[in-house]
Nanobody
Framework: QVQLVESGGGSVQAGGSLRLSCTVS????????MGWFRQAPGKEREGVAA????????YLGDSVKGRVTISRDNAKKKVYLQLNSLKPEDTAMYYC???????????????????WGQGTQVTVSS
């Protein structure tokens, strides 16, 4: 059974940075994808970024392009999300997720992800 645990959230001022981490336990295949989603109160869960573990190919959401980097350390079974130039609208609960297949690029759809962490809160003040 795969388990995901996020860390690194917190409160920052606009323009600041945070680095989120996700630690994976259980059996993970090189062909799996890891992703980050976020959900603000009253809003739908939004895909932020995703990475294919064996070749580090990445996908980024339009709302964060240029401000976000996703990376992985396969040996440590960790995935990272570097958030830069944070804005108040980035405030949300951030979730780590794992998928065996994103079906040709539908990574941004929460329904293609099989495993989820509990989330870590990011709050950006103006």
């Amino acid at each position: 059974q795969v388990q995901l645990v996020e860390s690194g959230g917190g409160s920052v001022q606009a323009g600041g940075s945070l680095r989120l981490s996700c630690t994976v336990s259980g059996e993970v295949a090189p062909t799996d994808y890891m992703g980050w989603f976020r959900q603000a109160p009253g809003k739908e869960r939004e895909g932020v970024a995703a990475i294919l573990l064996y070749n580090a190919g990445t996908y980024l959401g339009d709302s964060v392009k240029g401000r976000v980097t996703i990376s992985r350390d396969n040996a440590k079974k960790k995935v990272y999300l570097q958030l830069n130039s944070l804005k108040p609208e980035d405030t949300a609960m951030y979730y780590c997720a794992l998928s065996h297949d994103v079906y040709g690029g539908f990574w941004y759809r929460p329904d293609v992800w099989q495993f989820w962490g509990q989330g870590t809160q990011v709050t950006v003040s103006s």
